[in-house]
């Protein structure tokens, strides 16, 4: 069974960086798409982007474009997420997925939340 565990959320100041990290186990993670999607209070689940299994990432959310990067170790089976110059907007549960051989992401994690104060 596919578990992902995310950690590194937290309250940071805007303009602030935080990392996010999503454990993997359960599965050959460097045979996966690791994706991020995050969802603030009363909004859509939005999706912040991607990578590869060949380490290629895509950041698809417009309004984080340039300060949002997607990487990952393979070694140790986990998945990064840097969110740099932090803006309250921001503020939402992030969300680790995986998927493998579909369209759709078959995998999630509990979700951590980031909180970014003005």
Not at 68 to 92: C, G, H, W
């Amino acid at each position: 069974q596919v578990q992902l565990v995310e950690s590194g959320g937290g309250l940071v100041q805007a303009g602030g960086s935080l990392r996010l990290s999503c454990a993997a186990s359960g599965h050959t993670f460097s045979n996966y798409v690791m994706g991020w999607f995050r969802q603030a209070p009363g909004k859509e689940r939005e999706f912040v982007g991607n990578i590869n299994a060949g380490g290629t990432s895509l950041i698809a959310l417009e309004s984080v474009k340039g300060r949002f990067t997607i990487s990952r170790d393979n070694a140790k089976n986990t998945v990064y997420l840097q969110m740099n110059n932090l803006k309250p907007e921001d503020t939402a549960v992030y969300y680790c997925t995986a998927r493998f051989r579909t369209i759709t992401y078959q995998h999630w994690g509990q979700g951590t939340q980031v909180t970014v104060s003005s």
